[in-house]
């Protein structure tokens, strides 16, 4: 997020401009631009974008009128683009007070027009602004109307893609565009969205490539006959989230969730398709999180034939969801002395795949954790060693999911953990069922290096509210904090150097146990609206 923008010059079409003279007013929310088309009904264009810019909250919405159109939820009968000296006024005036973080593009109407939007992209950033741009390519109305000629077609391939952060087409625009599923560009991240595809199982799924991640987002099917502004909200949602610092892939999932909750209020306005409602609270309901599943990778090619990578089913819950006091050791010792301390979860993080002592330590591990009553045992990494000693669980972090084989853990009925830092990570956990999911970093930690922003005590807050499952907070954890982290409603705080490296280990557990339990009873209030960006 951009906090305070310095003024800078720049000569445009109109003239020279102070760029950013609203820093002087210290103004910290987020500017979003919608460049679009008006829409007179109410329930899609710019009225649509500024609906799902309040509803994401914390940003704010300017719009450039590119199009006017006469239009109800049954007939689009004209459309007129305002001419490009006019849309160039428009963008003028707003970059010299309110520069963006973030612009969302509409229905642009004519190529002049698009060809006044590049310009404006290329003048902010080349003055070190760090603008994204989302492009909803609005080709046609869902009414049939058409609003892009081949000319306009081939320069938003030419002109308008190249410049993009997320494109975000449906099916049909998709397949004017060029844009395949499955298809990963370079320059640009996409989401061909595929709500508007007919599906007979009951499923919306969308299809999206970005730095961070490639997949389908699937939720169930919203069964409603207003879906008026769909494309606008979700391209809007997303816009908002790039603005307020969230990372491509977490921008997609937010607007998936926010297109959903729409769906879920929409209403009708008219003898037609009503308009979608966005909300404030999209993103406090679990039904709203979508499931991740990604492209396939390296394990679903080496799978066995008829082995599933990534199984429908969940797999099974823990004997103990309470999982308290989390130790994370590194030798089977040290997990027999823990459980003698009276911790009751234990993980097993031997990093070394090449430890000559491996499978001895994780025999002796399983062995002393099935003679301690209430003992849940996870092994980190090796899956296969466990599943074939029999571990009750084992724990991974994202990057294993592309060589684990999920089917046989889960047949097996191995209990699975998940490690998490955002909401795409999130989602592709969620899609799994696992039987928790750890979300980290809360605080600094010097035990891995990662590019994660530490999460705190309000997003853990708002994943243990959010999650059906048992969570688990992770990182930076010891007796001064612990007792706010168990505040936030977890299952578990995960706790590695403040017991292994603690000059009395024993006499660290049962202080870390006593302030957990003290936590529980100091439940913090209020969950957060959504969780802050961590990328």
Not at 7 to 36: C, D
Not at 324 to 343: E, H
Not at 407 to 415: M, P
């Amino acid at each position: 997020m951009n906090s305070v923008v310095q003024p800078s010059y720049f000569t445009g079409a109109r003239g020279q401009f102070r760029l950013g003279a609203s820093a002087e007013t210290g103004t910290t929310r987020p500017i979003v631009w919608s460049i679009a088309g008006s829409d007179s009904g109410g329930g899609a264009g710019v009225q649509a974008d500024i609906k799902a810019f309040a509803a994401f909250g914390g940003v704010h919405g300017c719009t450039a009128v590119a199009a006017i159109t006469a239009q109800n939820s049954v007939a689009v009968t004209r459309v007129d683009a305002v001419s490009a000296e006019l849309l160039d006024a428009q963008l003028a005036v707003l970059a010299q007070d309110m520069p963006p973080q973030a612009i969302k593009t509409g229905l642009l109407g004519s190529v002049e027009n698009l060809r006044v939007v590049c310009r404006w992209v290329d003048r902010l950033r080349s003055q070190g602004l760090k603008v994204a741009l989302v492009v909803d390519p609005v080709l046609g109305a869902s009414t049939g109307a058409a609003f892009a000629d081949d000319a306009l077609v081939q320069a938003y391939v030419n002109e308008l893609l190249p410049r993009a952060t997320l494109v975000t087409p449906n099916r049909v625009e998709a397949a004017r565009l060029g844009l395949v599923v499955g298809q990963a560009r370079d320059t640009f991240a996409v989401v061909i969205t595929g709500g508007d595809a007919a599906q007979h199982d009951g499923v919306a799924r969308d299809w999206f490539h970005s730095p961070q991640a490639s997949g389908w987002l699937s939720l169930p099917r919203v069964d409603t006959t207003h879906h008026h502004g769909t494309g606008c909200t979700f391209a809007s949602t997303a816009a908002a989230a790039l603005a307020s610092g969230y990372c491509v892939a977490d921008a997609v999932v937010l607007a998936k969730m926010a297109t959903t909750h729409a769906l879920h209020h929409a209403y009708a306005a008219g003898a037609g398709a009503g308009p979608v409602n966005a909300q404030a609270d999209f993103a406090q309901h679990a039904i709203n999180l979508p499931a991740l599943s990604l492209v396939a990778s390296a394990a679903q090619a080496a799978a066995p034939a008829g082995m599933a990578v990534e199984p429908p089913a969940a797999f099974r819950p823990l004997r103990d969801p309470a999982l308290g006091v989390y130790a994370v050791v590194d030798s089977a010792t040290w997990v027999r002395r823990v459980l003698a301390a009276g911790i009751r979860t234990v993980q097993l993080r031997i990093k070394d795949p090449h430890e000559p002592t491996l499978e001895a330590q994780i025999r002796d591990a399983i062995a002393a954790a099935n003679a301690t009553p209430g003992a849940q045992l996870f092994i980190n990494d090796h899956w296969a060693l466990a599943l074939r000693l029999g571990a009750y669980g084992v724990h991974l972090g994202q990057e294993d999911l592309d060589t684990v084989y999920l089917a046989a853990l889960r047949d097996a009925g191995v209990r699975l953990g998940l490690s998490t830092h955002s909401y795409w990570e999130v989602a592709r956990a969620w899609a799994l069922r696992p039987s928790y999911i750890a979300c980290g970093p809360i605080f600094a930690t010097q035990s891995k290096d990662m590019p994660w922003i530490p999460q705190g005590l309000d997003n853990l807050r708002y994943w243990a509210g959010l999650l059906p499952v048992p969570v688990v907070g992770i990182a930076g954890i010891d007796v001064r904090n612990i007792a706010e982290m168990a505040a936030q409603g977890v299952a578990s705080a995960a706790v590695i150097t403040a017991i292994t490296q603690a000059a009395d280990p024993e006499l660290a557990c049962r202080q870390l146990m006593v302030e957990f339990a003290r936590g529980q009873g100091l439940l913090r209030g209020g969950v957060p609206t959504r969780a802050r960006p961590t990328l």
